[in-house]
């Protein structure tokens, strides 16, 4: 899956948890905590596989079910010292939405093989076909095929909803803009 498909596959499904548990939509801080969780697996193991075979290839590391496990053990319990537990939890929904995402296309195909990265160290690492090289090199080899499309379509979905919510998380990171008032409203 691509940086904008895990973004929007993460907004979706933080939008349905908020929605479904506290009648509210995203908002804040949670959300830019959410977008980092939807891309730190590939910003860990990309880099250090791809340009400094550190790691055996793109889905190792970040990607491994027991490492995601016992990161957000630690980031939780740090979390209820500071009250910051909503952030944590729109992480972990972002984090972990990235590796079923990545896990999405090989089970639909039947290629369980290509899944076993979830159970890295544990599962030793895959053999990809694909070549070496960076983002670019994989960005240009894009194929708009039917899956590329749904990505693209889940994208587009997950911004108009982001822009219907009033772009929250926007104010984090840009100063001076600012989110609706009052601060949590229901959907």
Do not use: C
């Amino acid at each position: 899956m691509w940086p904008w498909g895990h973004a929007a596959v993460g907004y979706l499904l933080y939008t349905a948890y908020r929605r479904s548990r506290f009648d509210l939509r995203p908002h804040g801080v949670a959300v830019v905590a959410l977008a980092v969780g939807t891309q730190l697996p590939d910003l860990i193991d990309k880099p250090l596989a791809w340009q400094f075979a550190v790691l055996p290839n793109g889905r190792s590391f970040g990607h491994s079910l027991l490492i995601a496990a016992a990161l957000l053990v630690a980031l939780w319990l740090v979390a209820r010292r500071f009250d910051a537990r909503e952030s944590v939890a729109a992480f972990g929904i972002g984090y972990i939405g990235h590796l079923f995402g990545d896990a999405l296309y090989p089970a639909l195909a039947g290629e369980f093989h290509y899944v076993g990265f979830l159970g890295w160290p544990l599962i030793p690492a895959i053999e990809y076909e694909l070549a070496t090289g960076g983002f670019l090199d994989h960005l240009f080899a894009l194929d708009l095929g039917p899956l590329a499309l749904f990505e693209l379509g889940l994208t587009v979905v997950a911004a108009a909803l982001w822009y219907r919510h009033e772009l929250p998380g926007l104010g984090v990171l840009v100063p001076g803009y600012g989110e609706s008032t009052p601060e949590e409203r229901p959907e």
